[in-house]
């Protein structure tokens, strides 16, 4: 049995049945914004990464500094636990989050799923502290996702079914200010937090909603005492053009989580901000991952910061968007095809029908680029150093591909 033989039958991918599993791709390297890959039969591509592994890896791979950093950080310590204990890597990255973010304290967490629920956990024992034990729900935008833990899960309404014996939070229409209105006037008494994906909601259907809309969820709950909890996992460290995506509404949440490009990608790494104030109300946060603030993540998180704030990544994701625009947003009135978004480095096609995932991600990889449709979407969040022949050649795969699958 080969490696890919021995992966498919015995090592569980995400999403992907384990009876019934699909073939996946054996990465050989990766540098750059390509990724060198093998298939089942030994053949050998070479593509340029759409996805930045998963929305991550914001300066491509195999990134010198970023190399140096880790390097330099393992010759000191790889790991020391954080209770009771600090390091030089965790106070820096600190400083720089709080600084970027304007919010007071610092919460690190292994993933970015633990960084929500550190954010709910946070909330609630916020209010009991405040002698408020029955604000313990949470209201949320439908088609939402805010990560794989059980509570996380429960607060995206597309994945609720599956854990259907959790509390169900209140779900609230996207741009319905009205609703969201009437909704807290109701229900506040039982409220903890309001959570949000600011502007773009990600893996719960890729849709983007108005600045506008942002403020008036801000203005609500400041109105009706609720907590806002912001995950901007997916949005944060430049991906909508902005810094962080609540920078369109100029808002500012109570708590804010972050993670994926924290680190470049490099290492799984959360963080969960929130103020003075809350922090005061909660005292002892009742959490405590065994890598904590690990001294690696740290040092690459460092490291991929400044190596963003000393680029010239804004003008480079208006690159990608003005590209994205110009190449797809055209397609909108071909057959099969319901809706075309772009915003920053963000390029979704919504097709009519479901997606044959196994199909179109070979055909993706056979033409050279590497993509990882979901459902109806067809997408891709490059990294941001990518160059205009290389994002136009997977925006002409795109177009060949979405032209295969409406006429099979």
Known sequence: ????????????????????????????SADGVYLNLVDEKG????????????WAVIHGYNHPKLNQAITKQLENMAHTM??????????????????????????????GSVAVEVALKMALQYWQNRNKPNKKQFLTLENGYHGDTFATMALGSGFHQTFNHLEKPFFVEVENSEQLEQTLKENHQNIAAMVIEPIVQGAGGMRFY?????????????KYDVLLVVDEIATGFGRTGKLFACEFANIQA??????KALTGGYL??????TTQEISKKIGVLMHGPTFMANPLACSVANTSIDLLLNSNWQEQVLMIEKILKTEL????NKKNIADVRVLGAIGVIEMSNNIELEEVQKQCVKNGIWLRPFGKLLYT???????????KKITNVIKKVIDNVSNP
């Open 1 to 28: 049995m080969n490696d890919l033989e021995f992966d498919k039958n015995h090592i569980w991918h995400p999403y992907t049945s384990i009876p019934n599993p699909i073939s996946s791709f054996l990465v050989k």
């Open 43 to 54: 053949n050998n591509y070479q593509c340029i990464d759409g996805m930045s592994s998963w």
């Open 82 to 111: 954080f209770g009771g204990l600090t390091h030089q890597g965790v106070i820096e990255l600190s400083r720089k989050l709080i600084k970027l973010t304007k919010l007071e304290k610092v919460f690190f967490s292994d993933s």
């Open 210 to 222: 108005s600045a506008e809309y942002l403020k008036d969820i801000r203005k609500l709950c400041s």
């Open 254 to 259: 109570d708590i804010l989580c972050l993670g």
């Open 268 to 273: 799984s790494l959360g963080a969960t901000l």
């Open 329 to 332: 947003l055209s397609l909108k």
């Open 381 to 391: 969040m490059p990294p941001f150093m990518i160059k205009k022949e290389q994002l």
